[in-house]
């Protein structure tokens, strides 16, 4: 039998992944004077090494595409060898499976800051009615907190990772403490006037990038190029901006490649540590703890949950409700391309920014009855800023000649195309959920998930408005819709399959009832009063917005919980 290697010291607190969820706790714990092991599957990350926002094509093995092309085949965009490093759809040695009838695909990171290092920055707040939706439309259900209660939260996180924004006092998209936004690029200004005209609110984004310095860290310096990391740290990942302090407290203990296998239960149901792998020896080790905070994203949390069966938990640690795993949730995506032959004409100009979009279209149909529940906002891309992989394959499909003539098409085409994005809030149900695979372990024989993902009328009658809306904005500047998208099929109306939107949620639900939620409104486990979870997996609802700036903001407020019990003698 294997030997298990047990540590010697009992810490405060064993968290478990270091991404938004883990990293904000990690900061916390430590810096109010507890000791943490924090166990992070992947390797740490060194800034200098693995993030490329300055490499040419030429510095690359395969001038960024990947092996065989790997990054141009279609819905592999970001896996290529520019991007931050270990972020892809498939991790070998780490399989997941689908149900029959099922699409999801899962998008994990395995490195320290984990998907913090890929994200795209944007940073909204939940509004007030995001919280009692069910009270407000009868679906779904209400969470057990209310704005009031976050808000402090927001304002502590937005002050200090930095997000740049204006005040707007609208309604579905809350202000926060925000510095200021970067200056509209070109194509933006021509989106902007298209979006007034047909009525569509189009105000500055509210992304996680430094446009002033703050606290050590520069300002952006407008390379463009989030999607690869940022070695100054101008843009908020948890490796550069959460990890470092907590190290420097001197009380956090980072273990990377240690994969969690189960929570360890004591005799009395309380969490006493955590099993895990360590992958350089593949040696079984166990870390033991006070307190346990789980936080390896919505999906590999609850997996954890449900690995960690016991004569106390049959079904898996804090699933005496049965929901562990259940109310999955994705945004809805589904996007569009307009052709807009004004910008062929624009003087050659420096159009560098941000790593991402500088204006989008908060949800503005709160006020009207629409054919769908809830809402969506829009997200906006392309114009001439720095090309990407592959920009000019299909240029070179459509135009004949080479040399000078070749180059001055390029020139002229290139940032003629640009993309909305829309990204909407789901309904929860009973067939999108995460189980356990009863015939799959991964390479360390750890049993593996399956996805049960189905999308209902409420989303689909939302990408259908999401392509009206986008057709209508591309033709009030004059432009071309491109996209065709079909109202049956496997994807109707361009809805994108489930999880490929990369905002996975609910899987260990807050909620005020025992019976019904896992956590209740600290992120803490009704049955296990110390074990919390600190990721997407404790969302209630997943509104328009995206999820991880609300991430932050919970496991801030559940650390500042953990603390005040663990002061109090109470975990
Ligand atoms: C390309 C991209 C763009 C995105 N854009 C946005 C955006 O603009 N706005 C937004 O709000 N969100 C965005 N997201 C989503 C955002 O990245 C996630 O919401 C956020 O990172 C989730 O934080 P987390 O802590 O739950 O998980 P993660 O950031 O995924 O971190 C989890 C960590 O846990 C580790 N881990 C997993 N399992 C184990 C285990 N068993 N043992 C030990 N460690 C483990 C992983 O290695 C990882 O480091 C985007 C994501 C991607 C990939
Ligand atoms: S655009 Fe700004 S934040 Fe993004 S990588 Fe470049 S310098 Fe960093």
Sequence with gaps: MPQVIRSAKVYDVCIV?????????????????????????????????????HVWPYELPHRGAGVAGNALKPGNGMENEFLAPTGAWTIEGEPYSTAPGSKFRWFRSRIVGGRTNHWGRIALRFAPVDFHVKTHDGLGDDWPITYEDVAPYYDQVESYIGVFGTKENFPSAPDGIFQPPPKLRCSEVILKAACEKVGIPCIPARLAV????????????????????CRVAANFSSSQVLIPPAQKTGRLTLITGAMAR?????KDGRAEGVSYIDKATLSEKRIHAKAVVVAASACESARLL????????????????GTVGRYLMDSVGSSGAGYFPQMEKIPPHNHDGTGGMHVYVPWWKFDRQNDFPRGYHIEMGGGRDMPGIGMFHDLCDDVEGYGASLKQACRKSYGTVMGLSGRGEMIPNPDSFCEIDPDRVDQWGIPTLRFHFKWSDHEIKMAKDMQQTFRSIVEAAGGTYLTKTDPDGENPYGIADGGVIIHEIGTARMGPDPKTSVLNGYCQAHDVKNLFVTDGASFVSNPDKNPTLTILALSWRASDYLLEQAKKGNL
Excluded at 210 to 229: F, K, S
Excluded at 262 to 266: P, S, T, W
């Design 17 to 53: 992944g270091s991404g938004a969820g883990g990293g904000m706790a990690a900061k916390v714990l430590t810096e109010g004077g507890l000791s943490v092991a924090l166990l992070e599957a992947g390797p740490p990350l060194n800034p200098d090494k693995d993030f490329k926002e």
């Design 210 to 229: 430094l446009t002033r310095p703050l606290n050590g860290r520069p300002a952006c310096h407008y390379c463009g190029q989030c999607g690869r990391g």
């Design 262 to 266: 189960e929570i360890l239960v004591g």
């Design 306 to 321: 449900l690995n960690s069966k016991s004569s106390l938990f049959p079904d898996g640690i804090a699933n005496t409700s």
